[in-house]
């Protein structure tokens, strides 16, 4: 166990520390809780410190920082791969790809394993294989009263339904094991910038990839500033899981639209998830506010989206590195597991869609932390528009909150967790009585 003094936060959500305590085993981790818990000392738990709710962060308080348990080991004949807590997702993708296998990993590798795992999960597999805790298979948990204890469906099924969406209220979260895939192609992907003008077709186009079955494609539509000019503009990254002829043709209604820039290229599946990480980089000042968007996501609702994009990024030059982004993922999948089978209550026939300020000065804290506030309400404004329509019946009982972008604040453990909220409640007063892990969504009624 290393004992470092600590520091500076980092960005607006990272808070600074007085004592950052880097356990080394999982028993660490069990004395550490106790001690916390023992001297009522504010705690927070860190993995790869890629969220910006705050929820890995304390003020003047302990951080538990799990980034000296990074071990990711595969078993290549049951197919799965056991992850300590504090792994990143490129540690797992690089383990997994040395046996021609993959991981429903996130979209930006340098994410922490732990904190997309524990609030749902989505990449690049998920239209073939669902969400990262539809892939999960067991973990290892140290709970409040320090027992560690392993979870799955045959051991401890009420912690594990729990974990599964709502695992940061629960214990720390020492080790996950993934179901892996075969992963033996390459696939096709990369950036596609356009202007403002190719919007409505941009829109058209995207609006095809969300069906019941397509497996293979994912594409987000995002609004931002790219270097180095840093002037507005529709930018897409496409992802194909298959060869670049393959790439090409499912693509070409986009392709035609002759981009301003592209990076597309045939790679190996271990490349695909770094492909996002500089826009995600490190060391700014950031928020994340969200919302579920339902598709076929209008033009009209799009176009609305970009000009208020615009408007802030032209009038707002510290939030330059600011993204808006649309999550075009096939759905099928995930609809394949029922609202309540899993604590995560944000299944349905919609994407996501995440306001992603990004700035430098403190000066401007409030200016974008109300920006993005203000967009997710007229982003949920819409949603329920949309669901007056009618849906089906997962869709109907689905929160339309991720809480992996902050869909909602803490307090609302109701909201992001929907129908499931009283059996969470009650299960918490099961595992941790005296809400020693406080960091998420309220499950105290």
Not at 144 to 151: E, K, L, Q, S
Request: proline residues 4%; glycine residues 10%.
């Amino acid at each position: 166990m290393v004992v470092a003094l600590g520091g500076k936060g980092r960005g607006e959500r990272k808070r600074s520390e007085a004592l950052i305590v880097y356990p080394t085993t999982v028993e660490d981790v069990s004395k550490l809780v106790l001690f916390v818990k023992e001297q009522r000392l504010d705690f927070a738990v860190a993995g790869g410190g890629h969220g910006s709710s705050g929820a890995s962060s304390t003020h003047n308080g302990l951080s538990i920082n799990l980034s000296k348990m990074r071990n990711a080991t595969v078993d290549p004949i049951t197919k799965s791969a056991r992850c300590q807590g504090g792994a990143l997702w490129s540690d797992v993708d690089t383990a997994a790809f040395a046996h021609g296998l993959a991981a429903v990993g996130g979209t930006v590798n340098h994410t922490g394993i732990g904190g997309l795992t524990l609030g749902g999960g989505f990449g690049h597999l998920t239209a073939k294989h669902g969400l990262v805790i539809d892939n999960l298979l067991e973990a290892e948990v140290v709970l409040a009263d320090g027992r560690i204890v392993t979870c799955s469906a045959n051991q401890e099924p009420d912690l594990f339904w729990a974990i599964r969406g709502a695992g940061i209220g629960f214990g720390v979260t020492t080790s996950f094991t993934y179901r892996l895939h075969p992963q033996p192609n390459r696939v096709w992907g990369g950036m596609l910038v356009f202007p403002r003008e190719k919007l409505e077709a941009i829109v058209s186009f995207a609006n095809t990839i969300v069906t019941l079955d397509e497996e293979n494609a994912l594409l987000l539509l995002a609004f931002a500033s790219p270097p180095p000019a840093f002037q507005p503009a529709v930018l897409i990254p496409v992802f194909y899981n298959g060869t670049e002829a393959e790439g090409h043709a499912y693509y070409k209604p986009l392709l035609d639209l002759e981009p301003l820039a592209n990076t597309t290229r045939e790679m190996d599946y271990v490349e695909v998830n770094g492909m996002l990480n500089e826009p995600m980089a490190h060391g700014l000042r950031r928020n994340l506010k969200g919302a579920a968007v339902m598709f076929p996501l209008t033009y009209s609702f799009a176009a609305e989206i970009y000009t208020e994009t615009e408007k802030f990024l032209l009038e707002t030059p510290d939030a330059k590195r600011t993204m808006v982004i649309f999550e075009y993922i096939p759905f099928g999948k995930i609809l394949k597991v029922g609202q309540q089978d899993t604590a995560y209550a944000n299944r349905g026939a919609y994407g996501n869609l995440v306001f992603g300020a990004s700035w430098e000065s403190q000066e401007t804290d409030t200016k974008c932390r109300e920006w993005c506030r203000m967009m997710a309400q007229k982003a949920k404004a819409e949603l329920e528009r949309r669901l007056k329509d009618g849906t089906d019946e997962i869709t109907k009982d689905g929160v339309g909150a991720y809480a992996n972008y902050d869909g909602a604040n803490h307090e609302a453990g109701k909201l992001v967790y929907g129908v499931n909220y009283p059996r969470l409640a009650e299960l918490k007063k099961k595992y941790d009585p005296e809400n020693v892990f406080s960091k998420g969504p309220n499950l105290v009624s």
